[in-house]
């Protein structure tokens, strides 16, 4: 190969490498939420019957749910979104100061009870009926929409022409044009399903099923976007 084409080889590379180095972007990030109503909720609920016989506190576990089936079958949930088959026994043991012994004193039977609603007019007559069966604890409802993925979306397009208004500021700022977009990265904050209020205290009153009022969903969405300048 002679030296005149080697050398126009070496200049067009040259001038390749030049023009990448004479790239000009700017990355910026951009945030973007969308809030939706919730839809459906999971209720969890524990029963504790602790017994000086481990049959008297199966019995007795077992009474409460069924009590808790027929509150369920009551406001109209449809056995299929109710799981009692968690289940476990336990012995009772207390230390004896006297003798510096574990003494056993009787057996606790627990139960765990699920629940899901897709209406949740009925939460808060679930929760109010589950404590008047005989229910120890009542964790806070995990909410959830049916539109979690078009809420997901939404807070993803907010974000992305957050990303935009950045960049057009940045690029105005400096004298400069905003140019395509190079790149494009994209995350997303799972919702933290909130807690009524009303859940936590569990009311006793004739109405207090109607205080539960579930507040809306939380979507966030994050992207990093890197824009090329353009002169």
């Given at each position: 190969?002679?030296?005149?084409?080697?050398?126009?080889?070496?200049?067009?590379?040259?001038?390749g490498v030049?023009?990448?180095?004479?790239?000009?972007?700017?990355?910026?990030?951009?945030?973007?939420?969308?809030?939706?109503?919730?839809?459906?909720?999971?209720?969890?609920?524990?029963?504790?019957?602790?017994?000086?016989?481990?049959?008297?506190?199966?019995?007795?576990?077992?009474?409460?749910?069924?009590?808790?089936?027929?509150?369920?079958?009551?406001?109209?949930?449809?056995?299929?979104?109710?799981?009692?088959?968690?289940?476990?026994?336990?012995?009772?043991?207390?230390?004896?100061?006297?003798?510096?012994?574990?003494?056993?004193?009787?057996?606790?039977?627990?139960?765990?009870?699920?629940?899901?609603?897709?209406?949740?007019?009925?939460?808060?007559?679930?929760?109010?009926g589950?404590?008047?069966?005989?229910?120890?604890?009542?964790?806070?409802?995990?909410?959830?929409?049916?539109?979690?993925?078009?809420?997901?979306?939404?807070?993803?397009?907010?974000?992305?022409?957050?990303?935009?208004?950045?960049?057009?500021?940045?690029?105005?700022?400096?004298?400069?044009?905003?140019?395509?977009?190079?790149s494009?990265?994209?995350?997303?904050?799972?919702?933290?399903?909130?807690?009524p209020?009303?859940?936590?205290?569990?009311?006793?009153?004739?109405?207090?099923?109607?205080?539960?009022?579930?507040?809306?969903?939380?979507?966030?969405?994050?992207?990093?976007?890197?824009?090329?300048?353009?002169?």
């Open positions: 190969m002679s030296r005149s084409l080697w050398a126009v080889i070496l200049l067009a590379m040259s001038v030049m023009a990448e180095e004479q790239t000009r972007t700017v990355t910026v990030n951009g945030d973007g939420f969308a809030e939706v109503a919730p839809d459906r909720a999971t209720l969890t609920m524990s029963i504790n019957a602790r017994e000086p016989t481990l049959a008297a506190a199966q019995k007795e576990a077992a009474a409460v749910t069924s009590d808790v089936l027929k509150m369920t079958d009551r406001i109209g949930i449809d056995r299929d979104q109710v799981d009692t088959t968690g289940a476990s026994v336990r012995p009772d043991y207390r230390w004896n100061r006297e003798t510096e012994e574990q003494e056993l004193r009787g057996y606790i039977a627990d139960r765990q009870i699920t629940v899901e609603i897709e209406d949740l007019e009925k939460l808060g007559a679930l929760i109010e589950a404590v008047n069966a005989g229910v120890n604890q009542v964790t806070p409802p995990q909410l959830d929409s049916s539109r979690r993925k078009q809420a997901y979306r939404e807070a993803l397009s907010a974000a992305a022409e957050d990303a935009r208004l950045n960049a057009t500021q940045l690029a105005e700022s400096l004298g400069a044009t905003l140019g395509p977009v190079l494009i990265n994209s995350g997303v904050v799972a919702p933290r399903p909130p807690v209020l009303q859940a936590r205290a569990m009311a006793v009153e004739s109405d207090a099923a109607e205080t539960y009022n579930p507040a809306d969903l939380t979507f966030s969405a994050t992207v990093t976007v890197v824009f090329e300048l353009a002169d």
